[in-house]
């Protein structure tokens, strides 16, 4: 499909950025999910993220979507290097950033995330609760034929818990979003960490306003959903109220293929003039 006329979006999920530092001093949760990513020794490499960079990079699409999880702790240490990584796949006008559980680990993770990577939270929010980031979205970009909208289902959470929620206001703020947008010209795109329908996933994992998405997202008729959280190159069509909606999930891109995750790559969505559209997978 590739050619005159086609928007490209490249996929990008689930970074996790190593190495981590023992969370001294940051409660229980942090050195809890500290001695987890310890005994995954090797799930991750940051040399694969950085290949996957240089192959978007070398891909030139027109926009980049990453979908959450660039961190591990939410430690202050941890939001400079997110910066760089975020850096090197383009510039926050060329990239939309979906934050994931890990990137809002705590509370303590909100203001650090404003002051590492303010530049890729939407500029226009102004949020009322500046203890939750979810304020600063959904945010929407239009690139050639795609309305990419990014959602934030990260949120702290308790302590065992690796759920996502977008919360009422955000989907209220989504609805207006999608009223506005030209069906003629565009087609919407939503880009979010947590999948919304995902069968069998843990209750500890699951986005749990995600069947209110699903619906509103029937509504409205947009056909395509990019997901991490997963760890898995995926893809399943789920119908609502006869609308049929495509779930597609990328793998980490740091990922080592260990602990049953897939290996590292990123996918490339390419929508034509017809609004019509496919996805490449691509591994490194």
């Not at 979908?67 to 202050?76: F, R, V, W």
């Not at 226009?124 to 690139?143: C, K, M, S, W, Y």
């Amino acid at each position: 499909m590739r050619g005159s006329g086609v928007t490209s979006i490249a996929h990008v999920s689930d970074l996790h950025l190593a190495p981590v530092p023992f969370p001294f001093g940051e409660g229980l949760k942090p050195a809890l999910g500290w001695i987890n990513w310890r005994r995954k020794p090797g799930a991750h490499d940051p040399a694969l993220g950085l290949r996957v960079a240089a192959a978007v990079r070398a891909a030139s699409p027109d926009h980049v979507a990453l979908t959450g999880d660039l961190i591990e702790l939410g430690l202050a240490s941890e939001y400079g290097a997110a910066a760089e990584a975020l850096a090197a796949f383009g510039p926050p006008c060329r990239l939309s950033w979906a934050p994931g559980n890990h990137d809002v680990y705590t509370a303590r993770a909100v203001p650090r995330l404003r002051d590492g990577l303010g530049g890729w939270l939407a500029p226009e929010a102004a949020p009322q609760n500046d203890a939750d980031i979810r304020g600063h979205f959904p945010r929407l970009v239009v690139t050639g034929r795609v309305a990419l909208v990014t959602l934030c289902s990260g949120l702290p959470t308790w302590l065992f818990s690796a759920e996502g929620e977008l919360g009422a206001a955000q989907l209220s703020r989504l609805d207006a979003m999608l009223s506005a947008i030209d069906r003629t010209a565009h087609l919407p795109v939503i880009a979010v960490h947590h999948p919304p329908h995902a069968p069998g996933l843990s209750p500890l994992k699951r986005l749990r306003d995600g069947q209110a998405l699903m619906a509103l997202l029937a509504r409205h008729r947009c056909p395509l959903v990019l997901h991490g959280h997963l760890h898995r190159a995926c893809e399943a069509t789920t119908t609502i109220d006869g609308f049929a909606i495509t779930l597609a999930g990328a793998p980490s891109a740091s990922s080592a293929g260990h602990h049953g995750d897939d290996p590292a790559g990123y996918s490339l969505v390419q929508v034509d003039e017809a609004l019509r559209w496919r996805i490449e997978r691509h591994a490194v």
